[in-house]
């Protein structure tokens, strides 16, 4: 909870008190109470923004302050409510409290991981057609594929700029987004109101903190049906860290793309489990792609040929791509098919290219959910019954194998769920009960990732770090190598 919230709650109980129990209190009590109240909740109101979970409250608080009814009762200290009702009222009223104190806990407005590197961090978006390609989710012809990217940064950072929110300000974006990330949570869009006070803690367009070295670039590409706003915390983290960060809305795979222009896009991909490996191969080639686009444009955009803050500070010689779920799978692919770029992490992706001999010498990353050693234990005793489901998870272990002797290694993070490798486990708590994510804390799951990934990156583009690569740490036990 915010911090006029929590004051809101507490001072809805003290005037609550103040009414019902006016004979053992003092009756200015009842007055002080209510204008505090009032004036907590004027402030909430004007400082953090209403939202829905906080009902109970506005109202218990505007009804006792406002009601005639309740006026009455405060202001004769004659005033004798039958012990049975006046006690079934403060039941109640704790009820409702306590329910909206509950409500707002579970959906809370979080904050983002605070940052753990040297550098502030900058971020701006922008749009980038590949008039070499049509695309292929529309009807119009000639269509061309049309991506949006976001880029975080080290930045110079003034007193008076503020954060960015993680989703856009904007009613028509931001109802966009509500409207695809409620149909994959499945649960009613209006929950998601108050998603738009959620903020980073990246400055919009701040200026790039240059350095006597230009900065190694990341490339993030998300999952299948998600959206790059699910992975802001490990972009901003490398940002501030000393890298250049870019992440990849992959069109019409996505809950929604909302771009600039004011246009948006849904999720149109035809995809699924039971396709996934004969659908697979050619979604990949379209995401694979994007990521080689996106790397030629900024070649371009370094070179100063595109308006942008970024002009001469990145390292185009250091490159690596991540990547969660079939965004994962594609950054191995990229990683195998573009010689340009030194390193790739694969959070929890299944491969779509199981061709062993098409791997690169390169170093990759594998992050695995804590199903991972049961997955392997099951199929070294030949307990998996499907003979093709056998054969493939054979075929990606094998390529496991094949990285490790390239420099790469492979971690399980016990507690995690598949999307403990995204930022969907700091929005709530009750994602756990759903099966979305696993046991660890939210934030404790981000930390052991951003980490990992973080050394594992300095180690293979800047030549620093490498420690967590190395095994298993005592500061890490939910970390298993395989």
């Given at each position: 909870m915010r911090l006029y919230e929590i004051l809101l709650a507490l001072s809805c109980f003290a005037l609550l008190m103040s009414t019902l129990f006016t004979r053992k209190l003092p009756r200015l009590s009842g007055i002080v109470a209510s204008t505090i109240s009032m004036s907590i909740l004027t402030l909430h109101l004007w400082q953090e923004g209403y939202r829905w979970q906080m009902f109970g409250v506005y109202s218990l608080t505007i009804v006792i302050t406002g009601s005639p009814c309740w006026k009455s009762i405060r202001s004769s200290s004659t005033v004798n409510l039958?012990?049975?009702?006046?006690?079934?009222?403060?039941?109640?009223?704790?009820?409702?409290?306590?329910?909206t104190v509950l409500l707002s806990s579970c959906l809370p407005v979080f904050q983002l991981p605070k940052l753990e590197g040297s550098y502030q961090v900058g971020t701006f978006t922008m749009s980038l057609t590949d008039e070499g390609r049509e695309e292929s989710y529309t009807e119009n012809g000639g269509d061309k594929r049309k991506l949006l990217v976001q880029f975080w940064y080290p930045a110079q950072v003034d007193n008076v700029q503020k954060t960015e929110p993680v989703f856009p300000e904007d009613p028509k974006m931001l109802a966009a987004y509500k409207k695809g990330l409620s149909s994959f949570i499945k649960l009613p869009e209006p929950i998601f109101d108050y998603w738009?006070?959620?903020?980073?803690?990246?400055?919009?367009?701040?200026?790039?903190?240059?350095?006597?070295?230009?900065?190694?670039?990341?490339?993030?590409?998300?999952?299948?049906?998600?959206?790059?706003?699910?992975?802001?915390?490990?972009?901003?983290?490398?940002?501030?860290?000393?890298?250049?960060?870019?992440?990849?809305?992959?069109?019409?795979?996505?809950?929604?793309?909302?771009?600039?222009?004011?246009?948006?896009?849904?999720?149109?991909?035809?995809?699924?489990?039971?396709?996934?490996?004969?659908?697979?191969?050619?979604?990949?080639?379209?995401?694979?792609?994007?990521?080689?686009?996106?790397?030629?444009?900024?070649?371009?955009?370094?070179a100063g040929h595109m308006p942008s803050p970024l002009t001469g500070a990145i390292d185009m010689d250091k490159i690596g791509v991540m990547g969660h779920s079939f965004g994962g799978a594609t950054a191995f692919n990229v990683l195998n098919t573009n010689p340009r770029v030194k390193?790739?992490?694969?959070?929890?992706g299944s491969l779509y290219e199981l061709d062993i001999h098409r791997l690169a010498d390169k170093p990759a990353l594998f992050l695995k959910a804590d199903k991972f050693a049961e997955m392997k234990e099951q199929q070294r005793k030949g307990l998996i019954t499907d003979a093709k489901?056998?054969?493939?998870?054979?075929?990606?272990?094998?390529?496991?194998?094949?990285?490790?002797?390239?420099?790469?290694?492979?971690?399980?993070?016990?507690?995690?769920?598949?999307?403990?490798?995204?930022?969907?486990?700091?929005y709530s708590n009750l994602l756990q009960y759903a099966g979305i994510t696993g046991t660890i804390d939210g934030y404790r799951g981000a930390s052991v990732v951003n980490h990992y990934v973080l050394d594992f990156f300095n180690k293979n583009l800047k030549g620093t770090g490498g420690a967590l690569m190395n095994g298993a740490r005592s500061e890490y036990p939910e970390v298993t190598f395989h």
């Amino acid at each position: 909870m915010r911090l006029y919230e929590i004051l809101l709650a507490l001072s809805c109980f003290a005037l609550l008190m103040s009414t019902l129990f006016t004979r053992k209190l003092p009756r200015l009590s009842g007055i002080v109470a209510s204008t505090i109240s009032m004036s907590i909740l004027t402030l909430h109101l004007w400082q953090e923004g209403y939202r829905w979970q906080m009902f109970g409250v506005y109202s218990l608080t505007i009804v006792i302050t406002g009601s005639p009814c309740w006026k009455s009762i405060r202001s004769s200290s004659t005033v004798n409510l039958w012990r049975s009702v006046r006690y079934t009222l403060f039941g109640l009223s704790c009820v409702v409290i306590t329910f909206t104190v509950l409500l707002s806990s579970c959906l809370p407005v979080f904050q983002l991981p605070k940052l753990e590197g040297s550098y502030q961090v900058g971020t701006f978006t922008m749009s980038l057609t590949d008039e070499g390609r049509e695309e292929s989710y529309t009807e119009n012809g000639g269509d061309k594929r049309k991506l949006l990217v976001q880029f975080w940064y080290p930045a110079q950072v003034d007193n008076v700029q503020k954060t960015e929110p993680v989703f856009p300000e904007d009613p028509k974006m931001l109802a966009a987004y509500k409207k695809g990330l409620s149909s994959f949570i499945k649960l009613p869009e209006p929950i998601f109101d108050y998603w738009k006070y959620i903020r980073s803690n990246a400055y919009e367009e701040a200026a790039v903190q240059h350095s006597s070295v230009p900065y190694p670039l990341i490339i993030i590409n998300h999952g299948m049906g998600t959206t790059r706003l699910l992975h802001v915390s490990q972009a901003e983290q490398l940002a501030s860290h000393g890298y250049i960060v870019t992440s990849i809305d992959h069109p019409y795979s996505t809950v929604a793309t909302a771009f600039p222009d004011g246009t948006n896009t849904d999720y149109r991909t035809t995809f699924s489990m039971d396709n996934f490996y004969t659908v697979g191969k050619s979604i990949g080639t379209v995401w694979t792609e994007d990521v080689n686009f996106v790397i030629r444009q900024l070649d371009g955009l370094n070179a100063g040929h595109m308006p942008s803050p970024l002009t001469g500070a990145i390292d185009m010689d250091k490159i690596g791509v991540m990547g969660h779920s079939f965004g994962g799978a594609t950054a191995f692919n990229v990683l195998n098919t573009n010689p340009r770029v030194k390193a790739a992490v694969n959070m929890d992706g299944s491969l779509y290219e199981l061709d062993i001999h098409r791997l690169a010498d390169k170093p990759a990353l594998f992050l695995k959910a804590d199903k991972f050693a049961e997955m392997k234990e099951q199929q070294r005793k030949g307990l998996i019954t499907d003979a093709k489901l056998s054969s493939i998870i054979a075929q990606e272990l094998a390529i496991m194998e094949k990285v490790k002797q390239h420099g790469g290694s492979v971690i399980q993070l016990e507690g995690a769920k598949h999307y403990n490798f995204t930022d969907l486990q700091l929005y709530s708590n009750l994602l756990q009960y759903a099966g979305i994510t696993g046991t660890i804390d939210g934030y404790r799951g981000a930390s052991v990732v951003n980490h990992y990934v973080l050394d594992f990156f300095n180690k293979n583009l800047k030549g620093t770090g490498g420690a967590l690569m190395n095994g298993a740490r005592s500061e890490y036990p939910e970390v298993t190598f395989h």
